[in-house]
């Protein structure tokens, strides 16, 4: 058998530039997976966007941050829990944002929670178009580690000797029958409900996990769509289009998919703030143009 490389060989092999980094954030997953048993709770506050905060985003927030700042590696960073940019080393090549847990409600139940993070070497809030690099952690059951730049997107799988390598240039699959949908069904809007009902009736399952890590990570492996759509209630879904959307828009769009907000690509929206919400759909490019269609 063959030995897998080790994450660290991997980036310094293939995405030099970025290989401190990635392996800095991979560091910070192993401490956070090691510590979440312990930070468990409600924290009784609330972050900017008015949700209310458990220890664990909290302490990962801060935790990230800290390391970050340490690695001198960081310029500034955006984070879904903090209201401002903040900022670190000045002389730092990067820009950084945030989502230090992503599916933090499901912790509770022992449902997937992971961490996101998008690269930029621009100053924050960018395009989504300008990242350099996206990067996402699950915690559970095994923890994975998935990264994309401009040469591809890899997987590693964490193991006794630390995260090794899993799958390279991951590929979107073209068969895959899944969809995953986020928010109230009642509040869909007209052209939405359309699109769903036809997707069901073509035989796709419906398979929702609560945390866009994992709902996205099902989508990247077995092909599909995900969806935190516009609804009527909050027109611009839910998910933060630096900390969440762009990431994870830049990912599929490497592994050959494609992202919208219902008109265009979420890489090309210029933000006008950085706690700027967006409807995001991510998937297979030929169910993303119908979808847009439809809208
Ligand atoms: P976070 O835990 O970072 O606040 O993000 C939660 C997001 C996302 O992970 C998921 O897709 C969505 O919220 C779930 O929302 P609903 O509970 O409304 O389904
Ligand atoms: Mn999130
Ligand atoms: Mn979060």
Redesign the pocket.
Known sequence: MIKALTLKEYVKKNDKELAGLIVKMAGIAERISQELPYRRGKADTKNVFG?KQLVA?KWADKFIIKELDKSGLVKEMVS?EQEDVVKLNDKALFSITL?P?????NIESNNLVGTIFGIYKKDLPAKGRHQVGALYILYGPVMTLVYATRNGVNEFLHTRKGFVLKEKNIKLPKQGKLYGV??LRKDWLPGFRKYIKGLETEGYKLR?G????G?FNQILHYGGIFA?PALSTKPNG??RLLA?SNPMSFIIKQAGGASTNGAGSILDIEPESINQRVPTYVGNKGLIKNLEKIL
Do not use: C, P, Q
């Open positions: 949700e985003d879904e989502d847990l992503d599916g933090s409600s986020g928010g929702y609560g945390a866009f890590v709902d935190y839910k998910l969440e």
